[in-house]
């Protein structure tokens, strides 16, 4: 394994959004898309990313860590919910940013990886601690606006309401394998919509 | 690979109930589950069954049709879809029976399995052909007579609602790990049912 020194850029812990980090972020994701967790090498990460391993263990102690970051990152983050007054509007724009990456082949290779390596360990937490950050607590901000202002019954179980709209964006785009469009999105929404409705 | 001849037991096309054709699908599913779709042999399945391929390949042209037929009798079909003449007992009744192969280590297994291997041309043709006919066709039963009833808005969209009850399902299982209790399973049925109600 190369070990570079010196000259090469330094990883800080607040700039996410600086190019070395979105590297390392982007490299992971191909790698997991191509051959899985179980799989995925952080120093080879590293290596593909210009960077040498000490640099990425620095920024993330454990694989584990730098596969939930570039996830987190590539789905979007609580800051990005969208906010217009309006429930359904706010649900077609965060699905389409979800659609974003879910739906694109990285997003599918990525995903597909993840589920058939369910059963380890670091997948199980990971899916679970993402699950609550990414779909439930980003989203959950959007249906307590919602509720507040009387568009929801109050006792509206949102963590069900998300599983089942992800849910069938995962069975449209991993088993029925058949292109999430706006009309299909629109259609998804109203449904669950009127049965989230106060009585 | 062993060549068995004589004294094997004959597979007919008909009598899919027959010890000798489950056991060749019980182990159809095992295989899947262990080393995916793409590593399946079908000599090593006859061999594993104690049959010669060509008795396996004289009821089963194809891999493809071999697996197919596989998950097919493990989900239940058309046949078993219940109809007590209430759809909310109905569409219980047939989620159980559903998470009987689906949230089973074998049938994890195997779904895992097809989810990983998604873009392979076999397993896409499979899912969209599973689709239709065990989620959708048998449980289209169930929708239409809740239909005539006057259970269901006319204009209720069936595929809709299936590719909603089974993504959340899969979504439980597959993303939250978490298990698909009796009040779950309520929970989002009467979810999709208030947004299917005639208005």
Redesign the interface.
């Known amino acids: 394994m190369t070990e570079r020194t010196g000259d090469e850029p330094r990883i800080s812990r607040k700039r996410r959004g600086e190019p070395v980090v979105r590297q390392v972020l982007e490299v992971t994701l191909q790698q997991l898309a191509a051959h899985g967790y179980e799989r995925l090498s952080v120093p080879e990460v590293a290596t593909l990313a210009g960077l040498n391993k000490t640099s990425v263990y620095r920024r993330w102690a454990t694989k584990a860590d730098l596969v939930r970051e570039a996830l987190t990152v590539s789905m979007g983050s609580a800051a990005d919910v969208p906010n217009t007054g309006n429930l359904r509007t706010d649900l077609l724009l965060l699905a389409r940013v979800a659609m974003g990456f879910v739906g694109s082949p990285l997003g ?1 290779g990525v995903i ?2 993840l ?5 380890h360990p670091d997948i ?1 937490d990971l ?2 601690s993402m ?1 609550r950050q990414q779909e439930v607590v980003a989203p959950l901000v959007l249906f307590q606006r919602a509720m507040a202002r009387g568009e929801l019954a109050p006792d509206t ?1 949102v963590k ?2 998300l ?2 709209i ?7 785009i ?4 058949e292109e999430v469009t706006e009309a ?1 999105l629109e ?2 929404i109203d ?6 409705l106060p009585r």
């Open positions: 599918m597909r990886m589920l058939a390596e369910g059963a199980r899916a679970a699950f179980d069900l309401a599983t089942t992800a849910g069938a964006l995962m069975h449209r991993f088993i029925e394998q299909f259609r998804l449904l669950m919509l009127r049965g989230m």
